[in-house]
Structures are given as C-alpha cells and as structure tokens.
C-alpha cells in the first residue's frame, strides 16, 4: 500500500534523529552506539558509529540500480542535511563543455571583497551519482569559511557518460572558469580546485591536465578522501572495506560503471597515483578518513606528491568515515573536520598567492 506523503515523513523523522546525534551526552553516545571500534590504531568516532548503527537498522547500504541509487543518495543529503547553511547568494549557471554546456552553481559568501579567490568544485559519487544537490551544503560550507567564491560542477556521470567525459567536463569547467573569472567576480590570479572522493580524483586530475596544456593552472588543491588508484586496492580495502559507510563492493560498482574498459583504469586521468610524472602541480592538501577503504591511496598520493616537490599537508581524520562532509550540516565531529577543511583551502589561497606575487 503507498501512502501518500509516507517517505517525506519518513525523511523528517530520520532527519530529526540524525540533528539530534551531536546533541546527546557523550556517556548517552557511547551507550547507544556500543562498545568502541578499534581497528589499527585507531578508535571510531561515537557519533560516527551511532549514524552508521542507525544507517544498518534503516537498511540503507544494500546495492541498488543507477537511478534507484540516485535517489538515495539525494534521500540521505537531505537527511543530513540539517539547517540550511546561508550565503549571500546563489546563481545558476552555465559553462561551455565538450559536447554540451555543464552545469554549474556559484555560491556567493556574504561580505566577500572583490575580485575574490575561486574554488572550483567537483563532487563525489563515484561518478556515478551525486549532483550540485547532494553537495549544496558543503559548498556552502567551503564558500563561508574559506572566504571565497565556490563554483559546483555537474559534470556528466556513468554509465551513461563513461570514462573520460566526467575528466573532460571538469577541465572544460575549469578553463572556463578561470578564462572568465572576472565575470565570475574572481580573481583570474587565485583560482583553486578541490572536490571529495570522486570529485577528489577529478581535482587531481584538472591539475595535471592543466600543467601539461602549459596554460592555467590551479593555485592550490584540495583532495578530500580522493579515489586515487582505480588499478589495484590496498590494505584499507581489507580493514574498512565493510561496515564504514562507502564500502568495498560499492567501489567496485562505482569502478564498473564508469569504465567501458580494463585498460582505461590504468590511464592517469583515472588512477593520478600512476602518472609518471607529478612535479610542477600546485600545492595540495589531502585529506583522508581513518575508517576508509580509500584511506592508503589518497595518503600513498600525498607522499607522491610529496617526493615530487610539490608542498604538501596531509591530514588523517583518525575517527572518521568517508563522506563526513555531507553531514557538516548536522554539527558535531564531522563539522569540526570539514571546518579544519575550510581553514586549509583558506591558508593555502593565501599561502599561494602570496609565493606567487613578484618580487
């Protein structure tokens, strides 16, 4: 029997549990979420734990079909959406792309002095799913606290658009962009990118597309828990690879959407961890969750970059799963960590800027 109206309730009641999370009392947490998880030297996050207990009794991490799995996801942002993050304004756009025009959305942060620095945006979703939607917040978020413009991009997804489009899109979206920055009210001299999981991989990607185009090129890089190596899966796959939010098998469903072939999961537009060369990117700050299959590679690219003279920082948010950003909204320990987030694409803007200033 349907009823009407049933899942929007559904939706206002586990979003309400899930605001109410980092309100309980520590001891209450504890109770509720169980004994603690230790693995590798590192202890689960209470309120981590709780949300993902809640997640299993909801029945929420079974494999779906592409647009059934869309649909989730958009039903869990909403969920942990909590209330509405306010910037000054936000525009829907448009930019040119490869074979149609890309989708886009700029947040405006209230007070910013103009021309302000850029961050542009790719969202995660294994490239598979998420939208400008599912990410609204945490671009909120970012354009707040980092003090800059922030321009989302809907770039095209598997496995109707196979490997490469996403990577087309998001270059595409990041030469325009920066050619047109001062439509955008952005500095041309400070555009960054940055982008979680998926969109991490993407962000790495437009960086090194952009050195070797030998034209612009991103001022700083931020990779958040980023899909780094589609070719082969590393120890955190075995310790984390279920019960954690993203799982293994998920992986490989995104992995077997978005290639048509073997050999493209090799190609350094998908996998940066293999490009042969890595020097002369922009400086990066690599984020990574302790409880994440994608947690080696993203730190095993952070030391690439490293040994390729590329200025690095890298943080390992012991205590967390994949995809905390998109409870920023909800407070607590994922907000704390998405705000050391914001504060490191704000001090590498300035840090950039400042080396690249003459003289």
Same mark, same amino acid.
Request: hydrophobic share 45%.
């Given at each position: 029997?349907?009823?009407?109206?049933?899942?929007?309730?559904?939706?206002?009641?586990?979003?309400?549990?899930?605001?109410?999370?980092?309100?309980?009392?520590?001891?209450?947490?504890?109770?509720?979420?169980?004994?603690?998880?230790?693995?590798?030297?590192?202890?689960?996050?209470?309120?981590?734990?709780?949300?993902?207990?809640?997640?299993?009794?909801?029945?929420?991490?079974?494999?779906?079909?592409?647009?059934?799995? /869309?649909?989730?996801?958009?039903? &869990?942002?909403?969920?942990?959406?909590?209330?509405?993050?306010?910037? &000054?304004?936000?525009?829907?756009?448009?930019?040119?792309?490869?074979?149609?025009?890309?989708?886009?959305?700029?947040?405006?942060?209230?007070?910013?002095?103009?021309?302000?620095?850029?961050?542009?945006?790719?969202?995660?979703?294994?490239?598979?799913?998420?939208?400008?939607?599912?990410?609204?917040?945490?671009?909120?978020?970012?354009?707040?606290?980092?003090?800059?413009?922030?321009?989302?991009?809907?770039?095209?997804?598997?496995?109707?658009?196979?490997?490469?489009?996403?990577?087309?899109?998001?270059?595409?979206?990041?030469?325009?962009?920066?050619?047109?920055?001062?439509?955008?009210?952005?500095?041309?001299?400070?555009?960054?990118?940055?982008?979680?999981?998926?969109?991490?991989?993407?962000?790495?990607?437009?960086?090194?597309?952009?050195?070797?185009?030998?034209?612009?090129?991103?001022?700083?890089?931020?990779?958040?828990?980023?899909?780094?190596?589609?070719?082969?899966?590393?120890?955190?796959?075995?310790?984390?690879?279920?019960?954690?939010?993203?799982?293994? &098998?998920?992986?490989?469903?995104?992995?077997?959407?978005?290639?048509?072939?073997?050999?493209?999961?090799?190609?350094?537009?998908?996998?940066?961890?293999?490009?042969?060369?890595?020097?002369?990117?922009?400086?990066?700050?690599?984020?990574?969750?302790?409880?994440?299959?994608?947690?080696?590679?993203?730190?095993?690219?952070?030391?690439?970059?490293?040994?390729?003279?590329?200025?690095?920082?890298?943080?390992?948010?012991?205590?967390?799963?994949?995809?905390?950003?998109?409870?920023?909204?909800?407070?607590?320990?994922?907000?704390?960590?998405?705000?050391?987030?914001?504060?490191?694409? /704000?001090?590498?803007?300035?840090?950039?800027?400042?080396?690249?200033?003459?003289?």
């Amino acid at each position: 029997m349907v009823v009407p109206g049933l899942d929007a309730v559904r939706d206002q009641a586990e979003g309400l549990i899930a605001r109410s999370i980092p309100l309980l009392p520590g001891p209450l947490t504890r109770t509720l979420a169980g004994a603690p998880v230790r693995i590798d030297g590192q202890q689960l996050h209470p309120q981590v734990q709780l949300a993902l207990r809640l997640e299993r009794l909801a029945g929420g991490s079974e494999l779906l079909g592409v647009p059934e799995a /869309r649909v989730r996801r958009r039903r &869990e942002a909403r969920i942990f959406a909590g209330p509405r993050i306010e910037v &000054e304004r936000v525009e829907e756009l448009e930019l040119p792309g490869p074979t149609a025009p890309i989708p886009t959305r700029l947040y405006v942060p209230v007070e910013i002095s103009r021309p302000a620095p850029l961050v542009v945006y790719y969202h995660g979703g294994g490239h598979v799913i998420g939208d400008l939607e599912t990410h609204d917040q945490p671009c909120r978020f970012f354009a707040r606290e980092a003090g800059a413009l922030v321009l989302a991009v809907d770039y095209r997804l598997a496995p109707e658009h196979r490997f490469p489009a996403a990577v087309d899109d998001a270059f595409a979206a990041f030469v325009t962009a920066h050619s047109e920055a001062g439509r955008l009210g952005a500095d041309p001299e400070r555009v960054a990118v940055a982008g979680d999981s998926a969109g991490g991989n993407l962000a790495a990607a437009v960086c090194r597309l952009a050195v070797a185009a030998g034209g612009a090129v991103p001022i700083f890089q931020t990779l958040i828990y980023p899909v780094t190596d589609y070719s082969a899966k590393r120890r955190s796959y075995e310790l984390f690879g279920e019960g954690f939010f993203l799982t293994a &098998e998920e992986m490989d469903w995104y992995r077997d959407h978005y290639f048509a072939t073997t050999e493209d999961r090799t190609d350094p537009r998908a996998s940066p961890i293999l490009a042969p060369d890595l020097t002369d990117l922009p400086p990066a700050h690599v984020v990574s969750a302790g409880f994440d299959p994608l947690r080696d590679e993203a730190e095993d690219y952070a030391e690439r970059l490293r040994a390729s003279g590329v200025p690095i920082t890298l943080r390992r948010e012991r205590d967390l799963v994949h995809g905390f950003i998109n409870a920023v909204g909800l407070g607590g320990r994922a907000r704390e960590a998405t705000a050391e987030i914001a504060a490191a694409i /704000r001090t590498g803007l300035a840090a950039a800027t400042l080396s690249a200033a003459p003289g």
